[in-house]
């Protein structure tokens, strides 16, 4: 029997020649990551055990993205506690101030993760990184802090479930909507403890950028990990950011499948989920008028150079509803950098946006837009659970940016062909 992907690089980092599902392993780490919100609570811990090393300072990666710029005095206790972590062990990737961006769109931008990588963080959207063809998941702070110091750390081998998309897509429907869509097809546990593995004509066709998002939202299936093969349009993405060598891998054609599900995007609408799953998806254009007060475009799941070309080719000479605070976050500095070198950025201004700096700003409620009682609110990002975003009688639609954008000029949730 073969393997998958996902087992190819479990396998080769726990040093096997062959893993199979529910196998428990102890696996070699390439990159461990931990944010401000998830790393304190690791480094304490490291502290009361009396650790004085970690296994590689080239290996942890650091990144004070959720509460920065610091919204108060224990965010800034915090990013000072990372700060001084990262001095005392030489930490040479530590992002804060005007270099961080959000993890999940930085650690790919500055090359610090190939395919055939394993990757763990102290965040659920570590697995984003599956779109590099390398293995990335989610774990707690003090797992994390603790592969810090053995350089490992122990894995059960998830189930594999393979995607097939194939077809033609509509006009405004993204990689966004595709994983929306197989997330309202197989609930936000559908995919418990599995690798989703992403393959097909229209996962070929999609953006480096579109990638990431779909891998970025298999979490919300409830999976372990995203997965895609590494084409072309990986390797040449790698080439530009880094000489680091890597294995690509492929699943082979006898592997073990939990189960195949084929889906064909021909039919498929641009989505929108609805309160308070991702799983509650809708077409667009099936829905009643839902009046909103606020748009968010941004975040690891939405807030690359793609997302920001395809709200501002919406938002472009008009303006944005009386109504509606219309909020874009820039997924990095280089994001925004080139989002002003192309002009976009006076597109959003002149639209009556507000440009907020790269970070998760109110994502998971945290600052830069925090809903107040009542309130609805278009967003780009990945979650839309009970009071997410802020109270918790608001509400939060997921949608894709051409959607989100749409929705900020008309008030109410509309596709660009709709205002």
């Not at 959720?66 to 206790?77: E, G, L, V």
């Not at 021909?266 to 989505?271: A, D, F, G, Y």
Request: net charge negative.
């Amino acid at each position: 029997m073969g393997m998958t992907i996902t087992e190819k690089i479990i396998a080769a980092h726990a040093q096997k020649e062959k893993v199979a599902p529910g196998e428990l392993v102890q696996v070699k780490v390439d990159l461990a990551l931990a944010n401000d919100i998830t790393a304190p609570l690791g480094i304490k811990e490291l502290e009361k055990q009396g650790i004085d090393r970690i296994f590689d300072p080239d290996r942890v990666v650091l990144v004070a993205d959720h509460n920065t710029p610091c919204k108060d005095i224990a965010s800034a206790q915090n990013v000072k506690l990372m700060r001084d972590f990262a001095r005392k062990y030489g930490i040479s990737h530590f992002f804060e101030g005007g270099k961080v961006g959000i993890e999940h769109v930085l650690l790919p931008e500055q090359g610090l993760i190939v395919p055939g990588d394993l990757v763990i963080g102290a965040d659920s959207h570590t697995c984003t990184y599956g779109a590099l063809g390398a293995f990335s998941t989610g774990m707690g702070s003090t797992d994390i802090a603790a592969s810090w110091v053995l350089g490992e750390t122990w894995l059960r081998v998830p189930e594999s479930i393979l995607f097939l998309y194939e077809g033609k897509r509509k006009p405004f429907v993204t990689g966004k909507d595709l994983i929306l869509f197989t997330i309202g097809k197989i609930g936000v546990d559908g995919a418990r403890y599995c690798a989703m593995e992403f393959r097909g004509s229209v996962i070929s066709e999609l953006s480096l950028d579109e990638r990431f998002t779909m891998a970025n939202m298999a979490v919300e299936a409830g999976a372990k990990n995203g997965i895609m093969e590494a084409d072309g349009k990986v390797l040449s993405y790698i080439s530009e950011r880094t000489s680091r060598p890597c294995v690509v891998y492929q699943s082979d054609s006898d592997a073990q499948w939990r189960e195949v599900i084929e889906i064909d995007v021909s039919p498929l609408e641009p989505q929108v989920a609805f309160p308070h799953l991702p799983s509650n998806t809708h077409s667009v254009y099936s829905i009643p008028k839902i009046e909103i007060d606020q748009v968010v475009i941004g975040s690891c799941t939405n807030g690359r150079m793609e997302d920001l070309r395809m709200a501002a080719q919406v938002l472009k000479g008009r303006e944005v509803n009386p109504g509606v605070r219309l909020l874009i976050f820039p997924g990095t500095p280089a994001v925004l950098k080139q989002a002003e070198k192309e002009g976009l950025l006076r597109i959003f201004l002149e639209a009556g946006g507000i440009i907020a700096p790269p970070s998760c700003g109110p994502c998971l409620g945290g600052h830069l837009g925090v809903l107040a009682e009542g309130e609805k609110c278009v967003s780009t990002t990945n979650r839309n659970f009970l009071g997410r975003m802020g109270h918790i009688k608001s509400e939060v639609y997921l949608a894709n940016p051409y959607v989100a954008a749409s929705s900020a000029i008309a008030g109410y949730i509309a596709a660009p062909d709709q205002i």
